[in-house]
């Protein structure tokens, strides 16, 4: 494994904290030099310490001058980007009467809207490479919905889309492009206003206790890694296009 990663240089957003992390671990372990982007300067910081061959960058993915410096950064100091994990995302939980333009916006520009500029100027240089994977993370939520989420519904579905025309569009140079939607997992951002969601009684009641996920538990950001990981490796070579649901089985309970 390690011989196969061994000089390759992969781009993570969203990597201080949850699935983000948890992939910037795996890929580093694995023998790859790690970019990650973040703006927890804190939280970056200590995943940088924590192993080797982690470069943090500071940013806000909705800043496009910065990530456009972090990829020219990049390509200055080792020549090449082979992987980009496009991760970064935020929700917010609010009816659809109420969501405000302003939130409609915000989350468009950071979970749909970075990752098309990410692509746009990593994409480039791994055609030049001829050998890329790019690894969006969507949600089980673009295509199996629920109340309160409809701007973060709306901006996954988008990542689908923008998933399968890249994989088009890239394949001619030997660019391998897909997503993987995560159902329940078990991060940072399943608390919602103070509370652990998978920890509610409604939760342990519905999903554990009565199987709505077959598993029976919550998922944990390892699991999304290890996906995230075949997907962004040369192992994935007849595989593109594809949304990979990681869910515990919840989606076909539907």
């Given at each position: 494994m390690r011989?196969?990663?061994?000089?390759q240089?992969a781009?993570i957003?969203?990597?201080?904290q949850g699935?983000?992390a948890?992939i910037?671990?795996?890929i580093?372990?694995?023998?790859?030099s790690?970019?990650?982007i973040d703006r927890?300067?804190?939280?970056?910081?200590?995943?940088a310490?924590?192993s080797?061959?982690?470069?943090?960058?500071?940013a806000d993915v909705?800043d496009?001058g910065?990530?456009?410096?972090?990829v020219n950064?990049t390509?200055?100091r080792h020549?090449r980007?082979?992987?980009?994990?496009n991760?970064?995302g935020l929700?917010y939980?609010?009816?659809?009467?109420?969501?405000?333009?302003?939130?409609?916006?915000?989350?468009?520009?950071?979970?749909?809207?970075?990752?098309?500029?990410l692509?746009?100027l990593?994409a480039?240089?791994m055609?030049?490479?001829g050998?890329?994977?790019?690894?969006?993370?969507?949600?089980?939520?673009?295509?199996?919905?629920?109340p309160?989420?409809?701007?973060?519904?709306a901006s996954?579905?988008?990542?689908?889309?923008?998933?399968?025309?890249?994989?088009?569009?890239l394949?001619p140079?030997?660019?391998?492009?897909n997503?993987?939607a995560?159902?329940?997992?078990?991060?940072?951002?399943?608390?919602?206003n103070?509370?652990?969601?998978?920890?509610?009684?409604?939760?342990?009641?519905?999903?554990?206790?009565?199987?709505?996920i077959?598993l029976?538990?919550?998922?944990?950001?390892d699991?999304i890694a290890?996906?995230a990981v075949?997907?962004?490796?040369?192992?994935c070579?007849?595989?593109t296009?594809?949304?990979i649901?990681?869910d515990g089985?919840?989606?076909?309970?539907?």
């Amino acid at each position: 494994m390690r011989e196969q990663w061994a000089g390759q240089v992969a781009v993570i957003t969203g990597a201080a904290q949850g699935i983000g992390a948890a992939i910037v671990h795996r890929i580093a372990q694995a023998g790859a030099s790690v970019v990650g982007i973040d703006r927890n300067r804190e939280r970056l910081d200590h995943l940088a310490t924590e192993s080797v061959g982690i470069t943090p960058y500071v940013a806000d993915v909705q800043d496009h001058g910065a990530l456009e410096h972090i990829v020219n950064d990049t390509i200055a100091r080792h020549g090449r980007i082979d992987v980009l994990v496009n991760n970064a995302g935020l929700s917010y939980y609010t009816p659809f009467f109420e969501t405000t333009l302003e939130q409609w916006q915000h989350t468009q520009h950071v979970n749909l809207e970075a990752q098309f500029i990410l692509c746009k100027l990593v994409a480039p240089h791994m055609i030049r490479a001829g050998y890329g994977r790019i690894v969006n993370i969507s949600a089980t939520q673009s295509f199996a919905v629920e109340p309160l989420v409809s701007a973060y519904a709306a901006s996954k579905a988008g990542i689908n889309a923008l998933t399968r025309s890249l994989a088009v569009e890239l394949a001619p140079y030997n660019i391998i492009v897909n997503a993987i939607a995560p159902g329940c997992i078990h991060t940072p951002m399943s608390v919602v206003n103070g509370v652990d969601e998978t920890q509610t009684e409604d939760f342990q009641e519905w999903y554990i206790r009565r199987r709505k996920i077959p598993l029976g538990r919550p998922g944990q950001a390892d699991e999304i890694a290890h996906v995230a990981v075949f997907l962004a490796s040369a192992a994935c070579s007849y595989l593109t296009g594809q949304v990979i649901v990681v869910d515990g089985g919840l989606t076909i309970t539907f």
